[in-house]
């Protein structure tokens, strides 16, 4: 659930954290943007927007 100030941690936290094998420094939002949808990369203190997605890939080794 979105709320004013929620960061991308905030969020994953809230969501039951990182798993051991997330990719964290790669993590992305999904975004629409003038009825586009973008992928974003963003760090973990920048802020959610209302109908983010986060995405945190796997990492590889």
């Not at 100030?5 to 003038?34: P, Q, S």
């Amino acid at each position: 659930m979105y709320e004013k100030g929620l960061t991308i941690h905030k969020a994953v936290t809230m969501a039951g954290g990182f798993t051991e094998k997330a990719a964290k420094n790669r993590t992305k939002v999904l975004r629409v943007i003038n009825g586009q949808e973008e992928t974003i990369p963003v760090k973990l203190d920048d802020p959610v927007h209302p109908n983010d997605i986060i995405v945190v890939p796997q990492r590889f080794f």
